[in-house]
């Protein structure tokens, strides 16, 4: 995963920070999702810094809404990696449809 940046005003070039090993998982109490990465050197300085992601439920859908019209304009290109995916985009399929309850 990489982040980057660059000035909105003075734009100097961009600035990237890596996450090498990105640790994925669910919060409950904030109920989002949550990418982790610790040890990521600064942008400027030698510095480590550690990394919490926080992508909200209504996030995550805009996310999926842009993936699923990449993957409409070009299936070939996705169609490997969303394979793999199959058994978690249908257990989202059943809780939206309502198959699942609480």
Not at 2 to 10: D, E, L, Q
Request: glycine share 6%; net charge neutral.
């Amino acid at each position: 995963m990489k982040i980057s940046r660059h000035g909105s005003g003075a734009n100097y070039g961009s600035r990237e920070a890596h996450f090498p090993e990105p640790k994925f998982s669910w919060s409950e109490g904030d109920a989002v999702l949550q990418v982790k990465q610790s040890r990521v050197r600064d942008f400027n300085t030698y510095a480590d810094h550690n990394y919490v992601v926080s992508i909200s439920v209504e996030e995550f859908i805009n996310m999926l809404q842009v993936l699923a019209g990449a993957a409409m304009q070009d299936p070939a290109r996705l169609a490997p990696a969303l394979a793999n995916a199959l058994p978690a985009i249908t257990q989202l399929q059943a809780v939206g449809a309502g198959i699942v309850r609480a």
